[in-house]
């Protein structure tokens, strides 16, 4: 119960947060659907030049485009933990979350994900309901098949907490990581199938990116969500993603107890 009223507050500051400024948060919700019609233009261009170049149909591809956008939005992966663990070191205020005698990435993730929930309340829920009536977006066939996204999407979001994690501590040693970050969200864009599925990759680079976990961030839920994983396939990717749970965030554990020990914290 502790833990839901922590959760609550976050929440609840996050909303705050999102909407103070009225024209910032409108201005979001339309880089939101401006960016899931951009997906439908070019989609629909594609499919109209090369009809039968496709693995799925036109209207699976634009709901993979769409719910990309959406998901984007909700998962945070721009600026999550990471962001906000390089912004605390930056202005010094990172002692005020060391003092707290809960554990820092504990902290972290139940910040972040208080924000996330704000952002699908505030942002991603009311374009998703805009994006349905006006675009030609599909549901998932099944309660089945929903149900098993939403299972893959907490993954994706655990596992790119256990990313952007590993990132920040490492602002812990080189108090910036400006060019980190490119360079990791470069790798994010390119392998996790968030603006091109892994199907239409060269085989060597599919190769590469099967390997990493980054493509259980949105290829694999988004997969799912329009029907390109059924029965077994469903099982093995989910496992996928749970072992890289495991691994990222025993190296979360490990990466902390490092960082922690060899934190010098200097005042004046």
């Known amino acids: ?23 910032a948060y409108a201005m979001r919700l339309v880089n939101v659907f401006v960016k899931m019609v951009a997906f439908y233009v070019l989609w629909s261009v594609l499919y109209e030049s090369a009809p039968g170049a496709f693995p799925v149909s036109q209207v699976e591809m634009v709901t993979y485009g769409a719910v990309s956008v959406m998901l984007g939005e909700f998962i945070q992966w721009w600026d999550g933990p990471h962001f906000y663990i390089i912004t605390q070191i930056r202005r010094g205020t990172i002692t005020s979350d060391l003092v707290r005698p809960v554990y820092f990435p504990f902290q972290v993730f139940s910040r972040c994900l208080g924000e996330s929930l704000a952002e699908f309340i505030t942002v991603v ?8 009536l006006v675009l030609p977006i599909s549901l998932p066939a099944t309660l089945t098949q ?18 952007n994690c590993l990132v920040g501590f490492i602002g812990f040693y080189t108090l910036s990581l400006r060019g980190i970050q490119h360079a990791y969200h470069g790798l994010i864009m390119l392998l996790s199938g968030a603006w ?18 980054f493509r259980g961030l949105f290829f694999t839920p988004l997969s799912i969500y329009i029907g390109e994983l059924q029965g077994q396939s469903i099982a093995g990717t989910l496992l996928s993603q749970t072992v890289w749970i495991v691994i990222l965030l025993l190296g979360v554990g490990l990466a902390w107890r490092v960082v922690h020990s060899r934190l010098v914290v200097q005042g004046g």
């Open 196 to 213: 091109v599925p892994l199907w239409f990759f060269p085989s060597w680079l599919r190769q590469v990116a099967e390997v990493l976990p």
């Open 1 to 23: 119960m502790k833990i839901l009223r922590v959760m609550r507050g976050f929440i609840r500051q996050g909303i705050q947060v999102k909407t103070t400024y009225g024209m």
């Open 146 to 163: 929903g149900l098993y996204f939403a299972l893959s999407l907490a993954q994706s979001y655990l596992i790119l907490f256990g990313l």
């Open 125 to 132: 829920f009311p374009a998703a309901l805009v994006a349905y």
